[in-house]
């Protein structure tokens, strides 16, 4: 016999997750997936039970970076009902991938709810389940969740504007970290040098900090990082992008001539060059 390829069939689950509208993928009005009447005509196009593909389960995901655990849990919800009603005619049909959406602190105002409370709903979902309705499989897709708070962006200013909001210019933008422009993402924003001295956050020494809009050097208006307290910044001084482990590096462009910046590690003791500074 031929080998059979093992398939998830991604559902649309048509809920309306607690996140930015750019993050939210399981809405009704969703490119994503395919809504649970559609799926019986997704397995006759894939060529029905015993065709090439194994049809394993249903894969569902909702957004992310969610505020809240409502909608990942009515669609793990709505999951678990469509692959128990078609377990009976696809006798592989035994699991569950629930998706992503466990969000990072990002050490701003509010909280944001603990992998612990989203493993809790999914498990009093299985609860109210009998144990032979039960998927035999589950997985998760943690994704920003493990990586984002891996890394910063550091960044020089440029210039600092005198507006009725001062703005700071920095050297990185959305080439670097598109998600601030791309959908309003929110990212700590920290000064590492005032005036040209480091700063040490815990000493009170310096003069106070000030709100401030900080910009990236693009040529569009939307090339905005975030508005943070930040003390008095000149020219060269460093301005650290924090919670910048994902989605920044992979959705970093060329843009405007701009070359990739480089990557550096550091493990607590040493720094190790990743990656060079890019050419144009």
């Keep these: 016999d031929e080998p059979r390829l093992d398939v998830l069939v991604r559902l649309n689950p048509q ?40 049809w394993r389960g249903l894969h569902v995901h909702v957004g992310s970076q969610l ?10 919800r709505v999951g678990l009902r469509v692959l128990g009603l078609q377990r009976a005619s696809l006798p592989d049909f035994d699991t569950l991938d629930c998706g992503s959406g466990f969000p990072v602190d990002h050490g701003l105002a509010g909280s944001v709810p603990s992998a612990r409370l989203f493993a809790a709903a999914v498990h009093q979902e299985l609860n109210e389940l009998p144990e032979d309705v ?33 703005i700071v210019v ?3 933008g959305m080439t670097e970290l598109i998600r601030p422009a791309l959908y309003g993402a929110e990212h700590p924003l920290l000064a590492l040098t005032s005036m040209g001295r480091a700063v040490e956050p815990a000493s009170g020494v310096g003069q106070p900090a000030v709100m401030v ?9 939307t090339d905005r990082l975030g508005e943070a307290a930040l003390p008095p910044l000149r020219r060269d001084d460093l301005v650290a992008i924090g919670v910048a482990g994902a989605y920044a590096s992979s959705m970093a462009s060329t843009y405007n001539g701009r070359p990739r910046p480089p990557e550096i590690a550091w493990d607590g003791v040493r720094l190790a060059l990743l990656r060079r500074r890019g050419r144009i």
Excluded at 67 to 76: L, N, P, Q, T, Y
Excluded at 213 to 221: A, H, L, N, W
């Design 15 to 54: 809920v309306r997750p607690e996140t930015h509208l750019g993050l939210a993928v399981g809405a009704a009005d969703s490119k994503f997936g395919v809504l649970t009447e559609e799926l019986p005509e997704v397995i006759e196009a894939g060529g029905g039970v015993s065709g090439p593909l194994r």
């Design 67 to 76: 505020g809240a655990v409502d909608a990942w849990r009515a669609a793990v």
């Design 134 to 166: 039960r998927p035999r499989r589950l997985a998760i897709e943690p994704g920003r969740a493990v990586v984002a708070g891996a890394g910063w962006l550091v960044a020089s200013v440029l210039h600092v504007r005198s507006r009725e909001r001062p």
């Design 170 to 172: 920095l050297d990185a």
């Design 213 to 221: 809009r900080v910009d990236g050097p693009i040529c569009e208006s």
